[in-house]
Structure formats: C-alpha cells, structure tokens
C-alpha cells in the first residue's frame, strides 16, 4: 500500500515530467514543424530525396525518378518514389519503408544497391520516418515505370555478401552525455543529409571508407571531385569557423566569396537553406567538431590551387 | 585606263590587307581571355568575400561598402562579354553549358548583374540595410555557378 507521501511524490513527478514533455515538445516546435507532414517535408529537404528522385535536368516529374547517376559500377537509374500503387511506393505498408530506409530491402526481399544511401538513412529515428512516409505519400503520384539499371554483369548477385561486409543497421543514438547541439547536428549530417556519401571516399568495393569520414574524393558524384569538408586547416575547412559554415549551409557563399555551385548548390536550394538556423548551426558544431584529416583531392599538389584561390 | 584599274586594285589589296591586318591584331587570344575572365570573376569574388565579413558583423569597414558593391556592379554589368565563344577549353571551370544553353545562361547571368545593380541602389538608400540584397546577391551567384560552372577540378 502506498503510503501518502510517495503518492504526493509521484504525482509531483508525474507533474514535472508533463512540465518537461511540455516544454521539450515547445523547443521541438521552435526547430523544425509539428506536425506530421510538416515534419516530413522537413525531413525530406534536410535528405534531399528529390535530388537524385527527380530528373529535373530532363524535365521528370516531381520525385518520378529516372535520374542517371553514372557510377563506377554502372549507371543506375533511380526509382519513383511518387505514391502512384503501381509505378511508385504507393502500395507500400509503413514496415516495407521502414525496411527500404533502414535495411536496405525491398518490399519484395531483394536488396537494394548502397547508390541508395539506406546505409545513412538507416541512422534515421522511427519517428522522422513515419513521417517522410506520410510526406511522401502526399505529393502528386506520376504513372511512371521505374527503368532498370545498367550495371557490370553478376552486380547483384554480389550485393548481399557486400551488405553483409559492409552494412550494419543502426538506431542513431549520441552519447548520453554529449551536447544536443553537437548531437542534433550528428543525427542530421549523418543520418539524414548524408554528407558523407559524397564528401567521404570509398573502397574498390564502393563502400565508404570510415577512417577518411568526410575527407574528400576525386570519384564523387558525376566522376566530379568533392571537396575535403574537415577541420585540416590546408586541406580542408579548417580556417573556416562555425558562422562561416553555418553561413554556407544557407547561401552557399564561401568566407572568401565564392558560391557554390554544381550539386552542392542543388543541395543548399532544395535542403539546407529550408532548415532552422539551429539545425544549421547544429550541423556545422558537427562537422567542426570531426577530427582533422589532411589530404588533398587534386589531381596532383601541382594543379590544386590553394583552397583560398578559385578558378572561373 | 589600265592605269586607273591597276591603281584600285592596289588600293583594294591594301584596304583589305589592312582590314586582315587589324583583325588579327584585335582579335584577343581565347587563353587571354580566359585569364581575363578568371581576374575578374576572382575580383568579384573578393569583393563579396570583404562584405560578407561586413555584412555580417565581423569586422566594422562601413566607408568600403560603397567601392565593394559599385565594384562588383560595374563588374557584372559586362559579365556575358567575359563568355565569347571560343573561349571554351583549357583552364577553365566554364562547363559546356554556357555556350551550348545561351538563353538560359544570359538570363542567369543578367540576373546576377541586376540583383547586383539592387545592392548599390539599396546601399544609396540606406547603407545601413544591404543585408537582404546582398543575400539576393548571393543567391543569383549561386544560380550560375549550379548549371554553368565546374564545381572543382
């Protein structure tokens, strides 16, 4: 039986912790919307779906796919991801996305190639992803096939021992003591905006190479090099400071006044600019906090200019 | 007679030689102008770089504002005489685009010369509240450097 005072302590505890959920969801509402579809597009700006989903250049249809992305182990064509029950996800149950997003599997079983970053999204809080879902699910459905890939020969039948060499299913979790801010900004660059995928080089076997996180690559997207993006001061962003950075992730403008161009700027104009300047900001204490890795991605010392210079 | 034709085909010849003549020694080498180009842009580079430090708050330089963004105006003004055709290889991050799409880079390329025409003209008005031009500025940069430029090399 309860005695009074623990009862009198509990509803206080009760109480206090309705204050905190109170005010938790307040500071919740101030970084990013509510509800649930607000929530979702949020989320899908900050992962820039409709990058690689819409083939804008040859005028695809909102997140229709179709969009070619040449890799060194062919090009793969990337799927409508629109609502439409035939063509698209529309016939999706909310465990085959958890399961495309998360792992990697198709609702028919078979794996999907990692030219799909599930190994980023994988990072990504059920939450967010019940509500990419519901996001998704309410744009315009577009009757368009999927195209299938054009890659090397036997590429599939090899993907799920590369799954299982290089792929680990993971719940984004920061360390309990770790600052919300620096986790916050992990969550989002690593799991949701993927930098990774593009700023980190890979292995022959195209799998990023952890060590070198962000470190740059000259086989990045569209075989265009992509920078060096850590704190090494003349390799990297190292002379860069946090309002530098969190500056660039919403203009793109650079500390010596350059701008950001090719994917990077579709990046910023379809995702970060859309963000709060406290995910911004979040997401550069992040990356500044990563350790510095001195490596240059030119060609050769010779034909790298200095990062402070740029070429027209 | 003969005399007379003799005489205008010598003043031809020479007309046309010296119109050959001043052809040539006009006509810019496509590597100069590439090297021009890259000065310019890389001037107007320097130019937002400085505001943006100013803009900003971080440093206090408010009697520069004025050369910075009439700079970089008069600068853009002639962007597109920087892009003939022919100046297309070697060391330049130009992609392909900008002669084989025209219409869509003289729009994004006029764009930018406006929105930087916007600045000085917000600047006169109030110096003190040039951020949102200058944010507009720096979207229209962006604008081109996404379709038109090579990001690195």
Not at chain 1, 136 to 159: E, I, M, Q
């Amino acid at each position: 039986m309860l005695s009074p005072v623990t009862s009198a302590r509990r509803r206080l505890i009760a109480a206090v912790g309705v204050v905190l959920g109170w005010l938790s969801a307040g500071l919740a509402a101030e970084s990013q919307p509510d509800d649930l579809l607000g929530r979702g597009e949020y989320l899908f700006r900050a992962a820039g779906c409709g990058n690689c989903h819409t083939d804008t250049d040859n005028g695809g249809e909102f997140l229709a796919g179709g969009y070619a992305l040449d890799t060194p182990f062919g090009t793969f064509y990337s799927p409508n991801i629109t609502p439409h029950s035939e063509y698209g996800i529309g016939a999706w149950s909310e465990q085959d996305f958890m399961r495309a997003m998360k792992a990697g599997v198709a609702p028919d079983g078979t794996d999907y190639f990692p030219v799909f970053p599930y190994t980023s999204y994988t990072g990504l809080t059920h939450g967010d992803l019940r509500a990419l879902k519901a996001y998704l699910f309410s744009v315009p459905p577009v009757a368009a096939p999927n195209r299938r890939h054009d890659t090397l020969p036997g590429l599939r039948r090899g993907l799920w021992l590369w799954k299982l060499l290089f792929f680990t299913p993971k719940v984004a979790k920061a360390p309990p003591d770790a600052d919300p801010a620096w986790a916050r900004g992990a969550y989002l660059a690593t799991a949701a905006v993927h930098c990774g995928e593009c700023h980190t080089p890979r292995n022959r076997l195209g799998a990023m190479i952890d060590s070198l996180y962000l470190a740059g690559t000259r086989d990045g997207p569209e075989g265009k090099s992509v920078p060096n993006i850590t704190p090494d001061r003349t390799t990297g962003i190292g002379r860069w400071d946090h309002d530098d950075l969190t500056f660039y992730l919403k203009t793109g403008g650079t500390p010596d006044g350059d701008y950001a161009g090719g994917l990077m700027a579709e990046v910023i104009d379809n995702g970060l600019k859309h963000l709060t300047q406290a995910d911004r900001a979040a997401i550069a204490t992040f990356v500044l906090s990563l350790p510095a890795i001195e490596r240059r991605v030119a060609e050769s010392p010779e034909t790298r200019k200095p990062r402070d210079e740029f070429e027209y | 007679m003969s005399h007379t034709v003799t005489q205008s085909w010598i003043r031809i010849v020479w007309v046309a030689g010296a119109l050959v003549w001043g052809a040539v020694a006009t006509a810019a080498e496509p590597e100069d102008i590439i090297k021009y180009r890259q000065s310019v842009m890389k001037s107007v580079g320097g130019h937002m770089g400085a505001l943006t430090q100013i803009v900003r708050g971080k440093v206090e330089y408010p009697d520069d504002v004025q050369y910075h963004v009439e700079s970089i105006a008069r600068s853009m003004k002639t962007v597109l005489s920087l892009f003939p055709v022919d100046s297309d290889f070697g060391e330049t991050r130009a992609l392909e685009s900008v002669w084989s799409k025209p219409d869509d880079f003289k729009k994004v390329a006029e764009a930018a010369a406006i929105a930087a025409g916007d600045l000085v003209q917000a600047y006169s008005k109030s110096s003190a509240d040039i951020g949102e031009k200058f944010e507009a500025l720096g979207e229209a940069c962006k604008a081109c450097h996404k379709d038109f430029r090579e990001e690195d090399k």
